[in-house]
């Protein structure tokens, strides 16, 4: 069974820092694409950043670019999402998945959250003084 399993929720003020982690179980992690996604109150999910099978590739929401860092270690089974320079902004639930193309060529991937799968619960992250 797939799963991806979000952590690392937490409060912080702005110009801050907080990691979050997805970790995945029941499939091979390096032949999928991952994404990180978030949902704002009373906003659509949005896409933050996405990473490559091995890892050398990125591509971030000109909004989160320069600011966060999308990083993962397949031996572990786990992509990182390392957020620097907080804004209010970034409050939202946060939210891991996989491409669901198998091994899709990078430069057909999209932010769009119609082409992954494998939503879990999501883990919350509020920017607040």
């Known amino acids: 069974q797939v799963q991806l399993v979000e952590s690392g929720e937490g409060l912080v003020q702005p110009g801050g820092s907080l990691r979050l982690s997805c970790t995945a179980s029941g499939f091979t992690l390096d032949y999928n694409i991952i994404g990180w996604f978030r949902q704002a109150p009373g906003k659509e999910r949005e896409g933050v950043s996405l990473i490559s099978n091995g890892g050398g590739s990125t591509v971030y929401a000109p909004s989160v670019k320069g600011r966060f860092t999308i990083s993962r270690d397949n031996a572990k089974n786990i992509v990182y999402l390392q957020m620097n320079n907080l804004i209010p902004e970034d409050t939202a639930v946060y939210y891991c998945?996989?491409?669901?193309?198998?091994?899709?060529?990078?430069?057909?991937?999209?932010?769009?959250?119609?082409?992954?799968?494998?939503w879990g619960q999501g883990t919350q992250v509020t920017v607040s003084s």
């Open positions: 998945a996989r491409d669901r193309i198998r091994f899709r060529p990078f430069s057909r991937a999209t932010l769009s959250d119609r082409e992954y799968e494998g």
